[in-house]
Nanobody, 117 residues
Framework: QVQLVQSGGGLVQAGGSLGLSCAAS????????MRWYRQAPGKQRELVAA???????NYVDPVKGRFTISRDNAKNTVYLQMNSLKPEDTAVYYC???????????WGKGTLVTVSS
């Protein structure tokens, strides 16, 4: 079992920055990839960014160049630095991880990011 505890987020004006973090506990050593998803009101949850245990990253096109995902394997923590935020980035952001072997997925509880225009 893996527990994911998120922190960060909040309210920011357009053009501002926010950071999110997500700490994994439990069977943290079994974690392979870690990801951030978001779900805007009335929309489906979408993948925002992902990072492997080796540090390879990928991003959805709308956030490329503005968001940075990083990871501290020693702390089993993943971060999402969000710069040049836009109102369309407003959503609940969820942390996700996938374990090695069976590929079990776990989710954080979500944190609201609101970008005002």
């Amino acid at each position: 079992q893996v527990q994911l505890v998120q922190s960060g987020g909040g309210l920011v004006q357009a053009g501002g920055s926010l950071g999110l973090s997500c700490a994994a506990s439990g069977s943290g050593s079994s974690i392979a990839s870690m990801r951030w998803y978001r779900q805007a009101p009335g929309k489906q949850r979408e993948l925002v960014a992902a990072i492997t245990s080796g540090g390879s990253t990928n991003y959805v096109d709308p956030v490329k160049g503005r968001f940075t995902i990083s990871r501290d394997n020693a702390k089993n923590t993943v971060y999402l630095q969000m710069n040049s935020l836009k109102p369309e980035d407003t959503a609940v952001y969820y942390c996700n991880c996938q374990t090695r072997g069976l590929g079990m997925q776990y989710w954080g509880k979500g944190t609201l990011v609101t970008v005002s225009s």
